[in-house]
């Protein structure tokens, strides 16, 4: 009886410390479920093919893009915005796909060639038993022409993004931009300036494309087409906020209760718990980098 009643308690330590340990990597509730105050958008009314259309299948509402030695994909919203909430749930590849991105991002480089904005979300491929890198980045005004100014913060998460779909989202508001990862806030990219913040309205893109130059350990592994098709699937689109024909009465969204925008102190406690566990790089603290390019880093 008295060894049973010794097994039985430290079985129930180890449960203890187990759970404390699952814990410990698993970031604290946000409090507040933005994902949940905007409804789904079909695809076929929300977005249209813009390259790759033999490499897109759409079945049972979820999209699947893939890359091979012949082409990858990619998709646009119909709609360009001036604000709003844009994410999908997404199931990424597993094995090796290093060379390989998959996004999800707001851009309008198409109407301003070599002078234009982008707020991406992009997994950059891996190899291996090496986890996926999430990569955000915000380009302001001119990050096509040649003098690349990026602001990458890049985060490995805290479960394998190839084994469920997960929902990824930005929030772009005038004041700020809120990644979001299954509604817990990653990062915040406030207004410090006209100069460092994207202004002008964006579309909604997603792609998988052949980026072996740089993706994965800066360019060391590149695309191996042995593995081809490399596949993204999506699903649950969300795109909703003011649009460039919008009035100027439209009130753009928040990603907490506070209607002027920021976040919690939950939020804010959930994000930095992200940023110390979670974050691999961030731009504003690579001291090789000129950061008078980066003025907000310092303001």
Known sequence: ?????????????????????VNAYW?????????????????????????????QRMDQNALTIWLDRTSGSGFKSVKPFRSGYFGANIKLQPGYTAGVI???YLSNNEAHPGFHDEVDIEFLGTTFGKPYTLQTNVYIRGSGDGKIIGREMKFRLW??????????????????????????????????SASTFPLRPMWLYGSIWDASSWATEDGKYKADYKYQPFTAKYTNFKALGCTAYSS???????????????LTRQQHQAMRWVQTHSMVYNYCKDYKRDHSLTPECWR
């Open 1 to 21: 009886m008295g060894n049973s009643l010794i097994s039985l308690l430290s079985i129930f330590h180890l449960l203890v410390l187990w759970g404390s340990s």
């Open 27 to 55: 970031p604290p509730s946000p409090g507040y479920w933005p994902s949940s105050k905007v409804g789904s958008l079909n695809f076929y009314k929300g977005f249209r093919n813009l390259w790759g259309p033999q490499h």
């Open 102 to 104: 998959t996004s999800l």
């Open 159 to 192: 479960f394998d993004p190839t084994k469920d779909f997960h929902h990824y989202a930005i929030l772009w508001s005038p004041r700020e931009i809120i990644f979001l990862v299954d509604d817990i806030p990653i990062r915040r990219y406030p207004k410090k």
């Open 248 to 262: 100027a009465r439209c009130y753009p969204l928040s990603a907490s209760p506070y209607r002027s925008g920021g």
